[in-house]
């Protein structure tokens, strides 16, 4: 990926943290309300289709106020349109194969940026958002070394969380000797876990932490739905933590943009970085809402075949689309859960 492309990370947390360095620029080309398309992928190798774990929208109002994350629950069940570019067939299914539907450019190879147009096109129609200003495409790895390279960062935990994954030094648990590969068993893991306790008092996370704690739903009481809080809190922080060390600490920009490295794919919406930098150089990354959907289970014919969400949900996708966000929430409490800034 060029230098340009990677330097995106430097605008905050995939497009949130702003950037010093746009003060000096002259003309703002990207004005009024936007919607930022953020995407957490799973790859398991090089050759293997992603899928989208988490898939966050941002919106940023036009006076530049206070920002909105919510989540896209990854096992919504939606309709898919069909995807020439990739042979993709129209199909309904989950959210998450959006991304590894659309990726696909010949045998065993896959383009994020690709994935990331059909995941977009998904997204909207269900959102009802036309078109995504921009986007980010990060993935497992690169969220890891972000992390390490600011640092860490500390978050509150708010419930107890137990590892799925890690042992408490950071190794991988034990594997069933039935479950030697990744997709032979649904639970494969054994023996002693990672655990995060909850605290009301900020905790500090390095890079493999803040990975692992954020991937977990089992055991939560409301799953995955949980877990979406938790990776909207991890965004909030690191937007927050960026823009700190890239105003204090010169160089740190570069040490971020290396360590991430190709492991993020930056859509900008046919600007560059330079008007992105200035458009959100003014967004105040402390007063950000994260607001979750009241999604549920969808049975069929006795079968579980994902999430869905209510009918309620639906004016507050027009209140993003209009922007008119904030009026909205205060109007109607109670349609979705809002967790103030942190």
């Known amino acids: 990926m060029p230098w340009r492309a990677r330097l995106a990370m430097g605008l905050g947390c995939l497009l949130m943290a702003g950037s010093p360095a746009a003060a000096g620029l002259a003309a703002v080309t990207i004005s009024g309300p936007l919607n930022i398309l953020l995407v957490g992928i799973d790859p398991r190798d090089a050759h293997t289709a992603p899928l989208a774990d988490s898939i966050i929208v941002v919106h940023v109002p036009a006076d530049r106020g206070a920002a909105t994350l919510f989540s896209i629950p990854r096992d919504l069940v939606v309709e898919i349109p069909a995807f020439p570019r990739s042979g993709s067939p129209a199909q309904r299914t989950k959210i998450n194969a959006a991304m590894a539907l659309g990726s696909r450019i010949g045998e065993r190879r896959y383009d994020p940026a ?24 990060i993935n497992f790895g690169g ?41 032979n068993c649904h639970r494969p893991y054994v023996g002693v876990q990672k655990t995060y306790p909850s605290s009301a008092t900020p905790v500090h996370f390095s890079g493999w932490e803040a990975l692992d704690y954020v991937r977990q739903r089992y055991g939560l009481p409301h799953s995955d739905y949980d877990r979406q ?17 890239i105003l204090t600490e010169p160089g740190k920009l570069a040490q971020i943009t290396a360590a991430v490295g190709s492991s993020l794919t930056f859509v900008g919406g046919g600007h560059d970085l330079a008007a992105w930098a200035q458009a959100l150089r003014a967004l105040r990354v402390r007063e950000m809402n994260s607001v979750g959907l009241p999604g549920f ?40 859960s809002v967790s103030p800034p942190g």
Do not use: W
Request: charge should be positive; glycine fraction near 8%.
């Open 143 to 183: 969220f890891r070394r972000l992390v390490d390279a600011i640092d860490g960062i500390s978050v509150p935990v708010d419930q107890d969380v137990v590892s799925e994954h890690r042992k408490p030094d950071g190794t991988m648990r034990d594997r069933l000797p039935q479950c030697p590969g990744h997709d």
């Open 229 to 245: 809080r938790h990776q909207r809190q991890f965004v909030q922080a690191l937007a927050k933590k960026m823009k700190r060390k």
């Open 297 to 336: 289970a969808l049975f069929e014919e006795g079968t579980y075949r994902g999430e869905q969400l209510p009918a309620t949900v639906r004016p507050f996708f027009a209140a993003v689309v209009q922007d008119r966000v904030a009026s909205f929430l205060a109007a109607n409490p109670g349609v979705v």
């Open 114 to 137: 690709q994935g990331f147009e059909l995941l977009a096109r998904t997204v909207g129609a269900v959102t009802g958002i036309s078109a995504f200003d921009a986007g980010a495409v």
